[in-house]
């Protein structure tokens, strides 16, 4: 008996871990691109139905745990971007061509390629840069509002050494526990209940660069890639282009209610794809399709989730999310800087990404990738040959054997 409630208890855990570790930093992407507080939590839902329908029927299908999540660094992203020309119909215009342009990668592998292309330092670069200003938050909300984010940090450190995975929901409750002692002053805003909105989206050159690009490649590099490597490492191999022309598929039918974009779940999907989640490694899809089903049901708490935005001070609620974003952050910092080849531009990408620069309407994350890439494709010709000669590179030390290099 244990042992076929197993897969169904991992199935819960994924989804309730998946959900209250990063919902607030996808209504703060969606808010931060000119979503009001019922667009949000529109968002919030076609996002999480959009997850139950795509990961119920591929785990179906496939007989594998395939576990679908929304892209959290795609909602930093918008974080880092902020409002575009066009409001936030432009935005839903940009997330419906970045889920076009997964589903066109699956169609056609050479576009797959073309990401895969981009030198490792400078895409782990982009999204480090991405990073960067959320997982500032906790500082300055110890700063700006002490009383409220002294037990948040501190529970999310306690869980952190002891539970790791509980982390970031426990620091939520502590939020919200907190919120309740000391009272707030903001009125409750919207309904306790998820209203889905449909917003006609327009298309402007400034969206579709500022944001279509930068989401579909952050998407893509941050976390189809590692999902399928990820369900590769628990011997899954399943058929890869069928599941980015499905996430790429539910991503569009989502963006019209102002998702923004749903991906294969790299960290929350070894809940689903590990022996946690059973003996039996054919037995685990129930828990990815359990996971599916438990996010359709999240979804209807996407109202109450909003709510408890509105009447949060802001500083806090990117705390909470900055706290959920901070491994994501030290793997893509170390990724960016490790390779000595290529350091220097991904050290560029992450300068200018991180700055938060708007030029002609553009966002920061697409000026990041081009001064990287100019920066990389510089140090190459400098690195190349010189008057016909190959230039001769002395080899670094080898490492003494009893280490480990990373």
């Not at 589903?103 to 073309?114: D, E, G, I, K, T």
């Not at 500082?139 to 982390?167: D, E, N, T």
């Not at 579709?208 to 690009?213: E, G, K, P």
Request: charged share 10%.
């Amino acid at each position: 008996m244990a042992k076929s409630v197993q897969p169904l208890l991992a199935g819960v855990v994924t989804a309730l871990v998946g959900f209250a570790s990063s919902f607030a930093v996808v209504l703060a992407g969606l808010r931060a691109v000119g979503a009001d507080d019922r667009q949000a939590a529109s968002g919030l839902f076609a996002l999480c139905v959009g997850i139950g329908v795509t990961a119920i029927l591929l785990s179906l299908r496939r007989r594998m745990p395939i576990t679908i999540a929304w892209s959290t660094p795609g909602a930093a992203l918008l974080v880092s971007t902020g409002p575009v020309a066009g409001g936030f119909a432009a935005a839903e215009g940009a997330f419906l061509v970045a889920g076009a342009l997964i589903v066109v990668a699956a169609l056609f592998p050479v576009l797959s390629r073309w990401v895969t292309a981009i030198p490792g330092p400078i895409a782990s670069a982009m999204l480090a840069g991405v990073l960067l200003d959320l997982c500032l938050a906790p500082a300055h909300a110890i700063v700006q509002v002490p009383r409220l984010a002294l037990p948040v940090v501190l529970v999310w450190a306690l869980l952190y050494r002891l539970a790791r995975p509980w982390a970031v929901p426990g620091a939520l409750v502590a939020a919200i526990i907190a919120i309740a002692v000391t009272g707030t002053d903001r009125p409750l805003s919207g309904g306790l209940w998820p209203e889905p909105v449909f917003t006609a989206p327009t298309f402007t050159v400034a969206a579709l660069v500022s944001i279509a690009l930068p989401l579909f490649l952050v998407t893509m590099a941050a976390q189809n890639i590692p999902g399928i490597a990820v369900l590769a490492g628990f011997g899954y191999h399943p058929p890869v282009r069928p599941l980015l022309a499905a996430t790429g598929a539910a991503s569009m039918g989502a963006a019209l209610f102002g998702g923004h974009a749903l991906n294969l779940a790299a960290i929350s999907a070894a809940l689903a794809a590990g022996p946690e989640a059973g003996p039996d490694p054919k037995r685990r899809w129930i828990a990815s399709a359990t996971a599916g089903a438990g996010m359709i049901g999240l979804g209807l708490a996407g109202g109450l989730a909003m709510a408890l935005v509105s009447v949060s001070p802001a500083v806090l609620i990117e705390a909470v999310a900055g706290l959920a974003l901070l491994g994501a952050f030290a793997s893509a910092l170390v990724a960016a800087v490790t390779p000595a080849d290529g350091r220097d531009a991904a050290i560029v990408t992450l300068v200018v990404t991180a700055s938060g620069m708007n030029l002609f309407g553009i966002g920061a994350a697409f000026w990041g990738l081009v001064a990287g890439g100019l920066m990389y494709l510089l140090q190459r010709s400098r690195s190349g040959p010189r008057d016909g000669r190959p230039v001769v590179v002395e080899a670094e030390p080898k490492a003494p054997a009893d280490t480990v290099t990373v």
